[in-house]
């Protein structure tokens, strides 16, 4: 384990096709979902020089199979404790397969879990999944808070995750790719609404909302690969953030994920 008492995050895979987040304190090593195959999930762990072994839980935000596909297998395969709300257990229980009762474990909306040095603050947002909820992770003074897969970042979330140190937002689509694209029409109404997805220039309004004087890395993920690119989602919330004065690249690092590649661990 780590020497020094920090707070460090890797977002090894987000996109539309698979997520997966690590977070690290000196005493707990734990995922935030895994959207994608045990084997992936290894090889991504691996990149970082982290062993899988080592982990303590999953934390699941919802049952979309892009964020629970590898938690039985790797919950099975390392014994690892698997937390989520009921209405989520209930609903991705025949995507993931058993799980030993002893690593079962119930985490409620709007609650606060502790594991040792590390406390998981759970909040719903506003998705078309079961009981969709996602989390703040926090170590001593430090958080970094996970907002994806959501219509719209509400007051009341915001309120909730105000001034972290880190932030990985959701910047799905741009909304005129989406539209000229070859989605079904009832796809791109569902990704466009209250409850389907944040796009570039939402992100962005989101992320004004909430970054503070303590908040010195942004994550952009779970982007389309269909409805979106890399250079437009960074190159838009980069543009919007600077015209209203927000310190893109000074006072804080605007980053961008992959959904097949970790960015490096970071101390948050």
């Known amino acids: 384990m780590p020497e020094t008492d920090e707070l460090r995050i890797s977002v090894l895979a987000s996109g539309s096709a698979g997520n997966v987040t690590y977070v690290e304190t000196p005493h707990k090593r734990v995922l935030i979902d895994a959207g994608l195959s045990g084997k992936k999930i290894e090889g991504l762990l691996a990149s970082i020089n982290r062993d899988p072994h080592d982990l303590d839980g999953i934390f699941v935000t919802h049952e979309h199979t892009d964020h629970c596909r590898g938690v039985g297998v790797l919950a099975r395969r390392y014994g690892l ?114 409850t389907g997805h944040l796009s570039n220039a939402d992100g962005a309004m989101a992320l004004m909302s909430v970054v503070g004087n303590r908040t010195k890395h942004v994550y952009l993920g779970h982007r389309s690969k269909e409805n979106n690119v890399k250079e437009l989602a960074h190159l838009t919330v980069a543009t919007m953030m600077k015209q209203h004065d927000f310190g893109v690249d000074h006072d804080f690092a605007l980053l961008d994920t992959d959904p097949d590649q970790a960015t490096p661990l970071t101390v948050i």
């Open 81 to 194: 404790d698997v937390y989520a709300n009921d209405a989520t257990w209930q609903a991705m229980a025949t995507k993931i397969g058993d799980v030993p009762e002893d690593q079962h474990h119930s985490f409620e909306m709007g609650t606060t879990l502790s594991l040792g040095d590390l406390d998981v603050e759970s909040f719903g947002v506003s998705h078309d999944a079961a009981a969709p909820q996602f989390y703040e992770v926090h170590h001593r003074d430090h958080g970094f808070a996970i907002v994806t897969d959501t219509g719209y970042v509400s007051e009341r979330v915001a309120g909730i995750i105000r001034d972290a140190d880190g932030y990985l937002i959701e910047c799905n689509h741009d909304p005129e790719m989406l539209r000229m694209g070859a989605y079904p029409w009832a796809l791109k109404q569902r990704i466009l609404s209250d």
